[in-house]
């Protein structure tokens, strides 16, 4: 039962992108963890409804909710593959050290697997942002407004200025939210080893 427990915390941590504290990340509950995908993903898929019910209920826009939906959807399986894949990552024999100096469970996740497993998880979050803000240009295209209507209206009336207008700031927004996400990456390593 312990087990059993311990593959539904690991699984919905990595899917809901909430860290679930005592959860044990040993390879055999990544094997198993994949059996409560479907009942986290119904579940989170539901809070999901209810989200684009209250938004619709309090005055939002339904290309709007159509548009964050679809993004955060689009953005799950990025986000649970890099969060899988750099945990997986962390070399079995790193870990029999971490063990053999005496390490406790907390301690190996905190100054071992996280440590290790940064960078992936890292560069899917990258990945996940920079595309959204790509994807969420083309959805003014279904009512979402947004820099994309700028660019869109002049590609309707044919006019170069809003074209490359909207082009140069979704280009401005992107590099600058790059750059935002390079200082948090270095900030948060810092933190990490120093501790």
Known sequence: MKSLWNNFKVAFAMFSKIPMPRADWTKENMKYMFCFFPF?????????MLVAYLGLRFGYQPGFVTAVLVLVIYNQFILI?????????????VLEAAVGMG????????????????DTMIAGIHISIISTIGIATIASTVGAGGLGTILFDGMRTQNVVKIVWGTFLSVVM??????IL???EKRLKKKLYQG
């Open 174 to 179: 992107v590099l600058g939210v790059n750059g």
């Open 103 to 118: 390490m406790t469970k907390g301690q190996i996740f905190r100054k071992v697997r996280l440590p290790l497993a940064l």
């Open 81 to 93: 593959q890099s969060f899988t894949d750099g945990f997986t990552s962390v070399d079995a024999g």
């Open 40 to 48: 986290i993903g119904t579940v989170i898929g539901g809070l999901t």
């Open 182 to 184: 390079k200082l948090i």
